[in-house]
């Protein structure tokens, strides 16, 4: 019984540590890819499926390029706060997200460059595939 409740306390802990590192390299990745104002290197971090809409693809790309003015104050993932929206109708037709949302990633704004439209901070919602959070998308429903 001893036995099971180590293996147990070393697996809750080791999970703690490899989200830890996956956090990390999300906010890593995100950040590079704004600083070198790259946006397929931002549309890499992103969870697409073969139905996802040409437009979504577009509208998610130009809102990235329109984040290039701002300055990073800080890239955060954090635990959902349970309201969230991960699915919507458009047109009689439901959409979904690409993977199932875990947590999101704020990414927050300094006032430097800060345009017209005042833009404090930018929220995507996050699966997991394979260890590593991605950026979800949507796509219509099954």
Known sequence: MKLLRTLVLFLACTAGLFAGE???RLS??????HAAKDVNAFLRLIEFS???PE???????????NS???HIATVEVQ?????????YEVGGVAYVTTL??????KIAYTEEGQGPARVTNTT????????????VSTMPKK
């Open 100 to 105: 199932p949302v875990v947590k999101k990633l």
């Open 28 to 33: 890593a990745a995100y950040q590079k890819a």
């Open 79 to 87: 635990d959902l706060a349970g309201t969230e929206r991960t699915s």
């Open 50 to 52: 073969s139905t996802t």
């Open 68 to 70: 290039l003015t701002r």
């Open 55 to 65: 437009l979504t693809r577009t509208q998610i790309a130009e809102a990235f390029k």
């Open 124 to 135: 995507f919602l996050l699966g997991e595939k394979a260890g590593e959070y991605r950026i």
């Open 22 to 24: 996956a956090d990390k």
